[in-house]
């Protein structure tokens, strides 16, 4: 029996096995052929087909070098269906520069528009992560761009776009973003943005807006905590900028006294407090 024919029997056996949904049986299979055939005429599929066999019997980790080596050869009939596996569980691990790279390549490839669109916000999503606010913002745009979106897609493309402005420091362009998150949506990118805009108010001097956010988001968003504690946080210092320093002590106090979490928020809190018990 020649070499050839023996590759394609082994890597036949495999398939059949994958085909009847027998993926533990296939990952052995396959495995079998890419040891023994590791130049074999069937390496590209048997790559592939091995990485499905271990997502499906749940080693999506172990799955991702299959997909890579699928994504590294010349674009294929694979290439796709490796790209967005690649892509999501790269995310999913929190490596979001790998799976940003994955998503644009997706993108440029993708053969419906659905996929395309996947492709756009998946970037947008990881692009944000790693605070490149730059590619977030272009992401953030093309996904605007789209049809059909649901409302809470598009205000997470506002948002993100919002926050990468501030970052940006392009702070008018922030503003309108995130006032258009608050008027649409009543949750955590809401409570995040009324913050924002306070903060932004803060460093602008407009003391008495400030407070006035400040309040405003105390009375919205109580069911942020962490939010809601940097909103104290800002209203001292405000008090403090505006020479209120009893103010500033009796806010920063009813801090210490009720946030449970010991974290760098209530260390803060702490030293702030001390240094306003001075003046």
């Given at each position: 029996v020649s070499t050839s024919t023996q590759d394609s029997v082994v890597y036949q056996?495999?398939?059949?096995?994958?085909?009847?949904?027998?993926?533990?049986?296939?990952?052995?299979?396959?495995?079998?052929?890419?040891?023994?055939?590791?130049?074999?005429?069937?390496?590209?599929?048997?790559?592939?087909?091995?990485?499905?066999?271990?997502?499906?019997?749940?080693?999506?980790?172990?799955?991702l070098p299959d997909f890579e080596y699928v994504i590294a050869q010349p674009t294929n009939k694979f290439s796709e269906k490796s790209l967005t596996r690649a892509a999501i569980i790269s995310f999913n691990q929190g490596d979001f520069s790998k799976s940003a790279n994955y998503y644009e390549s997706l993108k440029e490839i993708a053969s419906t528009e659905d996929l395309k669109n996947d492709a756009t916000l998946g970037a947008m999503r990881a692009y944000f992560k790693i605070k490149n606010y730059n590619k977030a913002t272009e992401y953030a745009n093309d996904v605007l761009t789209l049809k059909g979106l649901s409302e809470i897609i598009q205000v997470e493309a506002v948002f993100y776009r919002g926050i990468a402005q501030l970052n940006l420091k392009n702070t008018a362009a922030a503003i309108l973003d995130l006032e258009s998150v608050i008027k649409r949506i009543n949750n955590e990118w809401a409570a995040e943005s009324k913050y924002n805009l306070a903060l932004i108010a803060y460093q602008k001097n407009e003391l008495e807006n400030a407070e006035k956010l400040c309040f405003e988001f105390i009375s919205i968003y109580p069911s942020y905590p962490e939010w809601m504690v940097k909103s104290y946080i800002l209203l001292s210092d405000v008090y403090v900028s505006k020479g209120e320093y009893f103010k500033a002590k009796v806010t920063l106090q009813s801090v210490v006294d009720s946030y449970e979490k010991k974290d760098d928020l209530y260390n803060q809190a702490i030293e702030k407090l001390n240094k306003v018990k001075d003046l």
């Open positions: 056996a495999a398939e059949a096995q994958f085909i009847k949904g027998n993926y533990e049986m296939a990952v052995k299979g396959f495995d079998s052929y890419i040891q023994t055939y590791s130049n074999g005429a069937f390496i590209l599929p048997a790559r592939y087909y091995r990485g499905e066999s271990k997502y499906y019997t749940g080693n999506v980790v172990g799955s």
